[in-house]
């Protein structure tokens, strides 16, 4: 394990039964709270970014706005927010995805991405894939290319890396730390 996963695993809290019984819920807010833990975690996504020749980050609701938009920051990058149904004014671009018990949608502005656009997706987990797979399909709908997907972290054993690959069309997807 390298030095930054070491920092950023020490500043994620496990909440054993939240929000249901059974489940261990990674909480992140520790990690935000510690200037230098966030500024790494900034860094280190900034780096993968400029890697991957990305012009903008896409967050992904909620936490995603909370990483992406720094990154975006820091790397000299537009930030575009990819929100739940309903929550954007305007013309927008909708994608619907199924959950475990559901579905629902997601949408951007239809004029924030264009073609010729490299986008990099940022999110705090990768669990099942189906948000991200719902934006990496907005993506492409508005004539954009993705980039690449990073995620804090990844939980392997729902094996949504599977389910994204296929999506991503070989640009590379990363996480920072597997649980």
Known sequence: ???IQELLLSRIRDVADYPEPGVMFKD???????????????????????????????GLEARGFILGAPVAVRAGLGFIPVRKAGKLPGATLRQAYDLEYGSAEI????EDLVAG???LIVDDVL???GTAEAAIQLIHRAGAEVAG?????????????SR???ALGGAPLTALLQV
Not at 36 to 55: H, Q
Not at 107 to 110: F, I, K, N
Not at 154 to 161: C, I, N, Q, S, W
């Open 1 to 3: 394990m390298t030095g």
């Open 28 to 58: 992140i807010t520790p990690l935000l709270a510690d200037p230098a833990a966030f500024t790494a975690l900034t860094d280190e996504l900034a780096g993968i970014a400029a890697g991957t020749g990305a012009t903008k980050i896409v």
């Open 107 to 110: 949408e951007v502005h239809a």
């Open 117 to 119: 656009d490299r986008v």
């Open 127 to 129: 669990a099942t894939g």
């Open 149 to 161: 997907l990073a995620v804090l972290m990844e939980l392997g054993f729902l094996d949504g890396r």
């Open 164 to 166: 994204l690959e296929p």
